[in-house]
């Protein structure tokens, strides 16, 4: 049978491949110089395309930025899921899913760019925005699905899901000048568990 989908145009596989580029570069550089050191003409330069290019693409440097934090916290969620649902207990995908939302913060690119950087960058609103679309999201499904089944008594699953997130990042925020990282590490996930446990039925 025929695949129903149109193909891409030349012009549209070549287009996405410049966005890509950009992406890229752009990720690399917010990661190592941070959002005010990265230059629009840096960037089209080391993906290898035009300054016209890039505007093409994104109408500025804060549209570029915008457009990394959102394909990092897409990646994150994607990884998350993968290891949570590996485990057949929803209590134990929940978890699983924190620990793995911790070691994605605790990688440079994302620490440094959707952690330390975007909530200024973009804005509260729009931080909040994309956090609730991906991350968030899978974590408050979670929540959700443990009080269908009768296994968590919470009212707010909303007002719950933004107070474990914000432990995670908070977290994640004091490891990189803790003395003694992995120990801070197991700290806050005890903290974050016991928290969760308060309103888990038996």
């Known amino acids: 049978m025929d695949d129903p989908r149109p193909e891409k145009s030349r012009r549209e596989e070549y287009a996405e491949a410049t966005r890509q580029a950009l992406l890229s570069a752009g990720r690399d550089s917010f990661a190592k110089e941070g959002y005010q050191a990265t230059g629009i003409e840096a960037v089209s330069r080391a993906a290898r395309v035009t300054r016209g290019a890039f505007y093409h693409h994104f109408s500025d440097k804060q549209a570029l930025f915008d457009a990394v934090v959102v394909a990092l916290q897409a990646e994150a969620t994607a990884r998350i899921a993968e290891r949570a649902k590996m485990q057949r207990k929803t209590w134990d995908r929940l978890s699983v899913g924190i620990d793995a939302y911790l070691d994605a913060c605790l990688e440079p690119a994302y620490g440094r760019i959707v ?51 914000a432990m995670i990042c908070k977290v994640a925020l004091m490891l990189p000048e803790a003395d003694h990282p ?21």
């Open 115 to 165: 952690i330390q950087e975007a909530p200024a960058v973009l804005g509260n609103a729009r931080y909040r925005e994309i956090e609730e679309a991906y991350p968030m999201a899978l974590l408050t499904a979670t929540l959700n699905a443990l009080k269908r089944a009768g296994e968590l008594e919470f009212e707010d699953i909303d007002l719950l899901s933004r107070m474990v997130d």
């Open 182 to 202: 992995k120990q801070v590490r197991q700290r806050g996930q005890k903290i974050i568990d016991s928290l969760l446990g308060v309103f888990r039925r038996p």
